[in-house]
């Protein structure tokens, strides 16, 4: 993990925030390595389950919503964890993560064991409070999202008029959640602020239990058919005490992270506990009226919900591979081996001298028809041509073109593949459409 943390600051994909500063607890900038990668896997979720699918529409709703969302959800009440102070190490903890009986506590820094030696556990809302307009009074509390969810339901009934959307449809957003959790850990894996791709899957009540089954299967072969080895996921069912009191069933996708196996995704049966809540309070029917059956109906939903960051942390450790020194060189390989629509940079395209106009011409000739074409290509010229490839390997490229003396003579260059380090000699015609095929 202390490696990879390492990798991610060197090479600019994600550090501290506020730096200059000493940096704020646990919040996280992507640099421009980051945040392309992060965009690729929002893109590559969109695309799969919603222009990937007929049956599934996108939203972007606000952060901010009518805190009456939060009431009726029953987040303003019950959105809470278990906070328990050690008095010996002044540690704060989530009891819940350390033990499941009070008497039982055991510090997870300093060791204390003795039940008198911590304070009472005390419920705190994870939910963060604002203001909105200039006047700081009871009435004009607001909260930050916890969840991207319920604007799918506050959305349900506008979203499915206008597309006169038939069960079983879903309603899928990507967006920033807030959460002030009371310990956050491993990097982004646990943060205040962070991104879920969220989708809500209304269905017929007797339904329900196919399209979990068919959730389960859809988001663990995402993940498998963007890189991840299958033997690093699993599913684990929440025991019913572990479950929120209205999901009938939930399934997590955990990933075996450095630390052990912990939680990518949740898969839930949410029943039509919330479209209902969201009724009874609004007074607005929030019902669906079938015209196979002519009823009106309150639908079941399933929430398959993934965090974009904590994607992004596994996509990075699973790529991550230290090689011994190829042959004819001192030093070990570190290659990040993302999946090409992931990495970062596509391509990246090196003069094997930076002195030579001619080869430099050339390769800055390339590098335009790739960006023509909208694939983020790198082009780089300084140190060895070797240093360049292990900047690259280091970074997830893909790809490198290299332009030699040969290429002035016959419009040749070399296509130097990331994994096996393989070269190819192609014609300069050829690169665009060799790249294209693999990054789309
Ligand atoms: P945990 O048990 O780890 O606190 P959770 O069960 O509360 O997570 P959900 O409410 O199911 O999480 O949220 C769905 C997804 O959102 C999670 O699977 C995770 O990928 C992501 N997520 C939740 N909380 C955080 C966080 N604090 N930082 C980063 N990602 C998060």
């Known amino acids: 993990m202390q490696k990879m943390v390492s990798?991610?600051?060197?090479?600019?994909?994600?550090f501290q925030s506020s730096e200059i500063y000493g940096g704020l607890r646990s919040c996280y900038d992507y640099g421009p390595l980051g945040v392309e990668l992060k965009r690729n896997v929002k893109d590559q979720w969109w695309r799969t389950v919603v222009h990937g699918r007929e049956d599934v529409v996108g939203i972007d709703a606000s952060i901010i919503m009518h805190p009456r969302v939060w009431e009726a959800s029953g987040h303003v009440s019950g959105f809470t964890d278990p906070l328990v102070d050690c008095k010996k190490c002044k540690g704060r903890f989530r009891a819940d993560k350390i033990s499941?009986?009070?008497?039982?506590l055991k510090c997870p820094d300093c060791g204390n064991e003795d039940p008198k030696k911590f304070s009472e556990i005390r419920r705190f809302n994870l939910m963060f409070e604002t203001h909105l307009g200039a006047v700081e009074d009871s009435a004009s509390v607001v909260y930050l999202r916890p969840e991207t969810a319920q604007a799918m339901f506050v959305d349900f009934e506008v979203v499915q008029a206008a597309g006169r959307l038939k069960l079983p449809f879903g309603i899928a957003q990507i967006g920033k959640s807030f959460r002030n959790e009371i310990v956050v850990e491993h990097f982004?894996?646990?943060?205040c602020e962070f991104e879920q791709m969220e989708v809500e899957y209304f269905t017929r009540p007797g339904e329900a239990d196919k399209w979990f089954e068919h959730w389960k299967e859809e988001r663990i072969s995402w993940y498998t058919g963007l890189g991840i080895r299958p033997e690093k996921l699993r599913f684990r069912e929440h025991s019913a005490d572990e479950r929120a009191h209205y999901a009938q069933a939930c399934f997590d996708i955990d990933y075996e992270f450095p630390w052990g196996?912990?939680?990518?995704?949740?898969?839930?049966?949410?029943t039509?506990?919330?479209l209902k809540k969201h009724s009874e309070a609004s007074g607005k029917d929030l019902t669906y009226f079938d015209p196979q059956t002519h009823e009106h109906i309150t639908p079941y939903v399933i929430e398959p919900s993934a965090g974009a960051d904590r994607s992004v942390l596994a996509f990075l450790l699973d790529a991550y591979t230290e090689e011994p020194p190829p042959p004819g060189t001192k030093n070990p390989r570190t290659v990040l081996r993302l999946d090409p629509r992931l990495a970062p940079t596509k391509v990246a395209v090196l003069p094997l001298k930076k002195n030579k106009p001619e080869l430099v011409a050339v390769a800055r000739e390339i590098v335009r028809g790739f960006f023509e074409k909208g694939i983020n290509a790198f082009?780089?010229?300084?140190?060895?041509?070797?240093r360049r490839y292990r900047?690259?390997?280091?970074?997830g490229t893909p790809f490198c073109i290299t332009v030699d003396f040969q290429s002035l003579k016959d419009r040749t260059v070399t296509i130097r593949h990331r994994d096996s380090m393989k070269q190819d000699r192609i014609g300069i015609e050829d690169a665009t459409p060799i790249v294209a095929d693999k990054v789309f």
């Open 7 to 14: 990798l991610c600051k060197r090479r600019s994909f994600i």
């Open 100 to 104: 499941t009986e009070t008497a039982s």
């Open 188 to 191: 982004i894996f646990r943060s």
């Open 261 to 270: 196996w912990d939680e990518l995704e949740g898969i839930a049966n949410r």
């Open 272 to 274: 039509d506990y919330d």
């Open 379 to 386: 082009y780089d010229e300084k140190d060895s041509i070797g």
């Open 391 to 395: 900047r690259q390997d280091e970074s």
